[in-house]
């Protein structure tokens, strides 16, 4: 499975952000689709994924602003960020967990203040 992340860049606080995250190759039908974001100087941490099924789930930092989706059509995993904050800067990362552990390339998220 390959994944190709876009999206990002650079917004003020308060804007909104959406990224997009394709999927290639086989998935399996419990297979769940994720994003993961790594701070300046911190550890990778989840921030929201999505089964196939359409179960959710968020780190509680982002709940009420960030909106995970798919497309299963497409294979296609979306973020959708609303008031961003600047603790939100990061390189958001695209998951799949399909059977064992795929990420993409990371996308640069930088919310000033």
């Known amino acids: 499975v390959q994944l190709q992340a876009s999206g990002g860049g650079l917004v003020q606080a308060g804007g909104s952000l959406r990224l997009s995250c394709a999927a290639s190759g086989r998935l399996f039908s419990d297979n769940v689709l994720g994003w993961y974001r790594q701070p300046p100087g911190q550890e990778r941490e989840l921030v929201a994924d999505i089964g196939s099924g359409g179960i959710t789930n968020y780190a509680d930092s982002v709940k009420g602003r960030f909106t995970i989706s798919r497309d299963n059509d497409k294979n296609t995993v979306y973020l959708q960020m609303h008031s961003l904050k600047p603790e939100d800067t990061a390189i958001y990362y695209c998951?799949?967990?399909?059977?064992?552990?795929?990420w993409g390339q990371g996308t640069q998220v930088t919310v000033s203040s």
């Open positions: 998951h799949a967990k399909n059977r064992g552990d795929y």
